[in-house]
């Protein structure tokens, strides 16, 4: 089935990761890195939303006037595995379409840094996926950011929730801001585009 998304509509970009300090620099948090920057691009502060378990900034992304795109750019305030219902009372409350919503999130079947974009698919065993898909369809978007998988005989659990290695550490910012880019085309320009651009 073919999804197209509305341009009328806003675009809500989630940022998929655990709340707390202790699970910040955690691998499985890298969405919610990805979201910090975009924020901080469109110039917002991150506020509770309403009765929503979640963080947004509402903004614009793209150049000013006509070609330029609103989003609400959020961070479940839920664990990983719930994030189904924070993400589905956003979608309600700001009127977004399904095919409008970006999940970025990290992904164990990519190498370190790498990006994949897609528009629906399996969850592939990541439960911040599992949970939405379970509340409101597969037909969203996502961002999907490599780390690899645990070496040796390391647990896949006790992986994603260490923090990231500080070779790996070196190049994050980098890999990040790329990350960022992608969102940003994707919401601008589509996921064609997108995908030709971003997915190394």
């Not at 999804?3 to 709340?19: C, E, F, I, R």
């Not at 409008?100 to 990541?126: S, T």
């Not at 509340?135 to 690899?148: A, K, L, N, T």
Request: charged share 25%; net charge positive.
């Amino acid at each position: 089935m073919h999804v197209t998304s509305d341009v009328g509509a806003p675009w809500l970009v989630v940022g998929l990761g655990n709340p707390g300090s202790e699970y910040a620099g955690n691998r499985h948090n890298v969405g919610f890195v990805v979201a910090d920057l975009l924020a901080e691009r469109i110039g917002g502060k991150f506020k509770r939303a309403g009765k929503a378990q979640a963080l947004v900034v509402e903004g614009r992304i793209g150049p000013p006037g006509p070609g330029s795109r609103r989003v609400v750019v959020a961070k479940p305030m839920s664990y990983m595995n719930l994030s189904g219902g924070p993400v589905n009372a956003l979608r309600e409350f700001y009127k977004v379409p399904v095919a409008n919503i970006v999940a970025i999130h990290d992904e164990l079947d990519i190498d370190y840094g790498v990006l994949r974009l897609k528009l629906g698919g399996g969850d592939n065993g990541h439960n911040g996926l599992k949970s939405m898909t379970k509340v409101m369809g597969s037909d969203y978007h996502r961002v999907r950011f490599g780390i690899g998988r645990p070496p040796g005989r390391m647990q896949v659990a006790d992986y994603v929730l260490k923090d990231f290695s500080s070779a790996e550490r070196k190049e994050l910012d980098y890999f990040v801001d790329r990350a960022t880019d992608a969102v940003e085309c994707l919401v601008i320009d589509g996921l064609t585009r997108a995908q030709s651009t971003y997915n190394s």
